[in-house]
T-cell receptor, first 111, second 112 residues
Framework: DSGVTQTPKHLITATGQRVTLRCSPRSGDLSVYWYQQSLDQGLQFLIQYYNGEERAKGNILERFSAQQFPDLHSELNLSSLELGDSALYFC??????????FGQGTRLTVV | GENVEQHPSTLSVQEGDSAVIKCTYSDSASNYFPWYKQELGKRPQLIIDIRSNVGEKKDQRIAVTLNKTAKHFSLHITETQPEDSAVYFCAASLGTGYALNFGKGTSLLVTP
């Protein structure tokens, strides 16, 4: 167990809908990263937050947004969902300037 | 965005043989290069990492080498065991931070 908690583990929703994925980082970790893993695109970095502020941005679609709250948990919001958004979404956390540890992921299926 | 190329995409070895996976990166500012192992349906797990001020690092049967001039790094697993079978990902940091660009992965199969 990495200490990073993601909920829910599985999510099935319809095209056009909006969902929120939640991540609780390891105790003391200020950085949270979101990654998307799909068969065709592999593991892609989406976005990083550090202590509530956006720190780095990757290949995140405009339909997606994230935030980190004062208690350091983070949420990834996915809207206007398309079939191609079906993927495993991982959250990882780290203290700043240290390696990141991944949560178990949320498997999103868009039907 | 910056790319990380990983080869081979699949690798099959016999138990006891060595396995080598190679990666190249394009971001000159990258200074952190981790390797992750992912078993089916599970999260990626960090197995070894190297920073740009180091050329080689070893941890038991696993070693990583980095050639910053050529922008490539490699994972070496010696005396492979069936439990080493998994998908291995290389990654390079986005600049000097810890957000990562990943390679496409290598599916390693170790047959008894």
């Amino acid at each position: 167990d990495s200490g990073v908690t993601q909920t829910p583990k599985h999510l099935i929703t319809a095209t056009g809908q909006r969902v929120t994925l939640r991540c609780s980082p390891r105790s003391g970790d200020l950085s949270v990263y979101w990654y998307q893993q799909s068969l065709d695109q592999g593991l892609q970095f989406l976005i990083q937050y550090y202590n509530g502020e956006e720190r780095a941005k990757g290949n995140i679609l405009e339909r997606f947004s994230a935030q980190q709250f004062p208690d350091l948990h983070s949420e990834l919001n996915l809207s206007s969902l398309e079939l191609g958004d079906s993927a495993l979404y991982f959250c990882a956390s780290s203290p700043l300037e240290r390696e990141a540890f991944f949560g178990q992921g949320t498997r999103l299926t868009v039907v | 965005g910056e790319n990380v190329e990983q080869h081979p995409s699949t690798l099959s070895v016999q138990e006891g043989d060595s396995a080598v996976i190679k990666c190249t990166y394009s971001d000159s500012a990258s200074n952190y290069f981790p390797w992750y192992k992912q078993e089916l349906g599970k999260r990626p797990q960090l197995i070894i990492d190297i920073r740009s001020n180091v050329g080689e690092k070893k941890d038991q049967r696993i070693a990583v080498t980095l050639n910053k001039t050529a922008k490539h790094f490699s994972l070496h697993i010696t005396e492979t065991q069936p439990e080493d079978s998994a998908v291995y990902f290389c990654a390079a940091s986005l600049g000097t931070g810890y957000a990562l660009n990943f390679g496409k992965g290598t599916s390693l199969l170790v047959t008894p």
